[in-house]
């Protein structure tokens, strides 16, 4: 077995193991708000659950070269955002919004995606989600590296109002096999949910 000592990797090793290892990851599908009131639509796969009780999920939002990424901007000025689950059938839509864009164009028209009105926010989700989120923010986390620049913003947003299809939950759970979900790997790789394994506790 290797023994790697993390410092002596370059930032693009570092990376490579990560989320070559961390898998399969969950992936947010987020909206925002911009300055000027453009839909914003963004995924990001450093996402998961932070707490039930209250309802917090984190998102950690890597920067560029120290600037921070529209979606935390819009998230740190409006101090809301809309999560929503990736499923197999929106995995291609979602998949567009990755696309590079200035800060006040949205990316709603590459998406082919319809706007949802958000009940407790101002800022819309899409219809095409099974499940959506609507969020407010709770805390957020500047992380710096060794060197002090900041890298990373790390977004704890708590959940104030849920959207879920009525084919995916029952009996007050979520069917994961009709939600469908979407997971990250690395470079342009994606899973689906697998083989499901069940083991009871001692």
Do not use: C
């Not at 740190?76 to 990736?86: F, N």
């Amino acid at each position: 077995m290797l023994s790697i000592n993390q410092t002596d990797l370059s930032d693009k090793e570092n990376y490579n193991i990560l989320i070559g290892s961390v898998i399969p990851r969950p992936i947010a599908f987020v909206t925002t708000l911009s300055e000027t009131g453009e839909l914003n639509l963004a995924p990001f796969s450093f996402f998961n659950i932070v707490s039930y009780r209250p309802a917090i999920l984190s998102i950690s939002i890597q920067r560029n070269n120290g600037q921070m990424k529209d979606t935390a901007r819009h998230i740190l000025r409006q101090g809301e955002a809309v999560i929503h689950t990736v499923s197999r059938d929106n995995l291609s839509q979602v998949n567009q919004a990755a696309i590079e864009l200035p800060a006040d164009q949205s990316e709603l028209p590459y998406t082919h995606m319809t706007p949802a009105p958000s009940t407790r926010l101002k800022t819309p989700g899409v219809l095409e989600a099974k499940l959506r989120f609507e969020t407010t923010l709770y805390q957020h986390i500047p992380i710096s590296d060794d060197r002090g620049e900041l890298v990373a913003d790390l977004i704890l947003l708590q959940i104030v109002h849920s959207h879920l299809d009525e084919e995916i939950y029952q009996e007050n759970h979520i069917l994961a096999e009709r939600l469908e979900p979407m997971s990250r790997l690395a470079g342009q790789d994606y899973a689906q949910l697998g083989a499901i394994t069940s083991l009871k506790r001692p």
